[in-house]
């Protein structure tokens, strides 16, 4: 079955700076990946979302890529922010009709103002 | 505006004891899921239901069991809690077919004394 690998566990960043957390997958049928945050306490959010048939997406201050080929996808947070502190997640998942989502072990993303 | 309500947020029961979670939700998804989230760890799938049809992770414990009822209504019975069943348990829901994202619930918070 699929396995999540992510990296690091804990990453902290003065408010400004860049965060990258980086994960890895075993499935190469994986062709949707997307990154949950969440804040202690609640729920996983959705925060961007990549298909394996694009390289790149962004929105915002927020990007992911993905190399297929090397079977890894990473998160990019620019210009960050306090709000931003939180446990972020990623995921991979083969769309078979539903979304069996295999996570991450978690990176817990520490921004200090 | 909650999509994906559980109830109840907290939940403390003694070892041994039956317990059942409940899980609602507005958005007509056709995929119900539930997973098991232990403290700093990623969340776990235990099963989903696609429309009627059920589906158990090959690792979840015969000690868990679900039901759903109906569209919008799903619920996480465990017969015998153990102390190892301690965790958040989250509800999510996803539309079938090419539709990728999940919504989660704010999750139950399961003690077990």
């Known amino acids: 079955g699929e396995n999540v690998e992510q990296h690091p566990s804990t990453l902290s960043v003065q408010e400004g700076d860049s965060a990258v957390i980086k994960c890895t997958y075993s499935?190469?049928?994986?062709?949707?990946f997307p990154w949950y945050k969440q804040e202690l306490g609640k729920r996983p959010q959705l925060i961007i979302d990549?298909?394996?048939?694009?390289g790149e997406k962004k929105d915002q201050r927020i990007a992911v890529t993905l190399n297929k080929t090397a079977k890894h996808f990473s998160l990019h947070i620019t210009e960050t922010q306090p709000e931003d502190s939180a446990v972020y997640f990623c995921?991979?998942?083969?769309?078979?009709?539903?979304?069996?989502?295999?996570f991450g072990t978690g990176t817990r993303l520490l921004v200090s103002p | 505006d909650a999509m994906v309500i559980q109830n109840p947020r907290y939940q403390v029961t003694q070892f041994g004891k039956p317990v059942t979670l409940s899980c609602s939700q507005t958005?007509?998804?056709?995929?119900m899921y539930w997973y098991q989230q232990k403290s700093s760890q990623a969340p776990k799938l235990l099963f989903h239901?696609?429309?009627?049809?059920?589906?158990n992770e090959a690792d979840t414990p015969d000690n868990f069991q679900s039901r759903r009822p109906n569209t919008s209504f799903c619920f996480l019975d465990i017969r015998s809690p153990g102390l190892g069943d301690a965790a958040m348990y989250l509800c999510?829901?996803?539309?079938?077919?090419?539709?990728?994202?999940?919504?989660f619930g704010q999750g139950t918070r399961l003690t077990v004394v």
């Open positions: 999510a829901t996803s539309r079938g077919g090419q539709t990728a994202e999940a919504f």
């Open positions: 499935d190469s049928a994986s062709n949707y």
């Open positions: 990549i298909r394996s048939n694009v």
């Open positions: 995921a991979a998942s083969r769309n078979t009709g539903f979304q069996k989502l295999v």
């Open positions: 958005l007509n998804h056709n995929v």
């Open positions: 239901y696609y429309d009627k049809d059920f589906n």
